[in-house]
């Protein structure tokens, strides 16, 4: 139990165009997901939090203009990375937390790369 | 602030000989403690968890850990390291309910034959 997918795995795209990253929590319901970004060699950075139904919470420093989040159901989640720069190429993983529980489970990550 | 210091970047074990990653946290109360592992280009695998109660908890593949408050210190071990161990290992807590986990920098276990 406590699955968490990803899709995509990959994402190849060209500098300008936009991203979206699906989180999906596959045998829970999810009321908090996080998006992480890590960077090669180096620990998880917190992006953001996002409860379902409401607006995320970004961290200090994250635009969340650029980096949009929506928590629509209590399984899914997204990222879009929004007129993407070469800069944003990096790791992205997503983690859920099921109802009542305190215990994040992590989906594999999406690798970014932006060219 | 609650924060996580994995103290070392990089450990190099012999298959079979024992582990021990060290996790030194900092929050006034109690915290909640995690191990994470993660293999090359993949997502984060939970190997155990603290929240209170018996201080030495078990995980998965064979790793213990031992939550002792007076080092605040949490720190991940096995008996007997597999090849299969090479991995990033990440500490984690969680301060308060409801609160996104704070990482340390993580630690590269090798394995050599």
């Known amino acids: ?115 | 602030a609650q924060s996580v210091t994995q103290p070392d970047i990089h450990i190099t074990v012999s298959e079979g000989a024992s582990l021990e990653l060290r996790c030194n946290y900092s929050y006034g109360a109690t915290p909640y403690l995690f191990w994470y592992v993660q293999s090359p280009g993949q997502g984060l695998q939970l190997l155990l968890k603290y929240f209170s109660g018996d201080t030495l908890v078990q995980g998965i593949k064979g790793f213990e850990a031992e939550f002792k408050r007076s080092q605040s210190s949490f720190n991940l071990r096995k008996p007997s390291v597999h090849w299969s161990d090479a991995a990033e290992y990440f500490c984690a807590v969680y301060g308060q309910a409801g609160t996104a986990l704070i990482f340390g920098k993580g630690t590269t276990l090798s394995v050599s034959s």
């Open chain 1, 1 to 115: 139990g406590a699955v968490v997918s990803q899709h995509p795995s990959r994402v190849i795209c060209k500098s300008g165009t936009s991203v979206k990253i699906e989180c999906r929590s596959l045998d829970f319901q999810a009321t908090t997901m996080f998006w992480y970004r890590q960077f090669p060699k180096q620990s998880l950075m917190l992006m953001a939090t996002s409860n379902e139904g409401s607006k995320a919470t970004y961290e200090q420093g994250v635009e969340k203009d650029k980096f949009l989040i929506n928590h629509a159901s209590l399984t899914l989640s997204t990222l879009t990375v929004t007129s993407a720069h070469p800069e944003d190429s990096s790791f992205y993983i997503c983690s859920a937390r099921p109802r009542g529980q305190e215990t994040q489970y992590f989906g594999p990550g999406t690798r970014l790369l932006v060219l």
